[in-house]
């Protein structure tokens, strides 16, 4: 008999992992959704069995709960239902943040209640049902985190929901899930910020839109993040801001680093030999992360 999957908030992660799931796996899936209307839209377009604007509807009908709210308000809602999970239940999130949610879990979560996190690396600048689809997660990281210590961890779950991922076309990572945050703040929270600062620095003032008009895709690409819903986001960089704060830091002594290098009368070849030093980096990306296979 297959497990069915309740997914807390259908909107663009949610809501593509429910298409997802229903598209690539033998899951049941059910959602809850603050509109009706997105409950409705879901359950007309056959991507869950059923929807509701209630979570304990949810919660009742669910083998594995995915929490896939804002990482604060995951938290919150979760101290707020956390009686309500049977012994046996999966409880797992795909919050982008894990220190307040994980806090929250390991605060109140029920005794024989499971607990393991993920992260499918996969989003856009874009939000809401309508943007989802069933691909999202294809090519991309989905993060398994690790907590083998805790006694509401099972690894046999942690190996299952590995396996949802890859069902949906995800490449697997285990993580420990206290060193997640301050890997993401690197690769994730900290380059929004400063897709946010270069955005608001270069078309924030009197000249800002003589500016952009001049620009072409470097600077549209550099910023493509900065279009993110800004109070999803607030959620998430101010729930990790420490790591985000000890990210920028780095990046303000690289930043004298580089004025150093421009202030060299060498005719730039310092400046070039550190361009092609980040170029060697960035080159190793694709296969890093799987869009090139290494022969």
């Known amino acids: 008999m297959s497990k069915t999957v309740g997914i807390i908030g259908l909107g663009l992660l949610g809501g593509s992992l429910a298409k997802a799931l229903k598209a690539y796996t033998d899951y049941e899936v059910v959602g809850y959704a603050r509109r009706q209307e997105v409950c409705d839209a879901a359950i007309q ?14 919660i009742e009908n669910s083998d594995i709960v995915v929490f896939s709210l804002p990482p604060d308000t995951n938290a919150r809602l979760f101290t707020e239902m956390a ?8 409880v797992t999130d795909v919050s982008s943040a894990k220190e307040n949610f994980v806090r929250a879990v390991y605060d109140s979560i029920p005794k024989g209640t499971i607990f393991v996190s993920v992260h499918p690396m996969a989003g856009s600048e874009k939000g809401g ?15 398994v985190l690790e907590d083998k210590a805790s006694d509401v961890y099972s690894e046999e779950v942690a190996q299952e929901l590995a396996e949802m991922g890859r069902a949906v076309g995800s490449r697997i990572e285990f993580v420990d899930i206290y060193a997640h945050d ?55 960089i101010y729930g990790n801001r420490h790591n985000v704060i000890e990210g920028l830091s780095q ?13 060299q009368e060498d005719e730039g070849q310092a400046l070039e030999s550190y361009l092609e030093r980040g170029r060697e980096i960035r080159g190793k990306l694709p296969y890093l992360t799987g869009q090139i296979k290494n022969s």
């Open 45 to 58: 377009d056959g991507v869950v069995k059923a929807a509701w604007t209630e979570v304990e509807l949810l």
């Open 129 to 143: 049902y309508e943007v989802s689809h069933k691909n999202l997660f294809k090519g991309m990281g989905w993060i």
């Open 251 to 263: 990046i303000e002594s690289e930043i004298k680093r580089v004025k150093e290098i421009l202030s």
């Open 182 to 236: 301050a890997y993401l703040a690197m690769v994730s929270h900290m380059p929004h910020l400063l897709a946010s600062i270069l955005t608001q620095v270069s078309g924030g003032d009197e000249l800002g839109e003589l500016r952009m008009k001049l620009s072409a895709g470097g600077f549209r690409d550099c910023t493509r993040v900065a279009g993110g819903l800004p109070s999803m986001w607030r959620e998430i």
């Open 83 to 90: 009686h309500l999970f049977r012994p046996g239940q999966v």
